[in-house]
């Protein structure tokens, strides 16, 4: 199944990053990599995996 993480859903309201991955450790990683290179920010594995959804 394809799981997709967007910052919207995190509360980045004029970010328009999206990541969609049948495999959920690389979205994980896609997500860490660019919290912390565009918004300064340390996520948990579990933090992205709580934003995940169906895509
Ligand atoms: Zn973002």
Redesign the pocket.
Known sequence: MVKEV??KG?G?ED???LVRSENVDELVRFVQQ??EQ??DQSVSGTDVRSLMHDA
Do not use: D, L
């Open positions: 967007n910052c995190a980045y970010c328009e990053f660019h919290a565009t918004h």
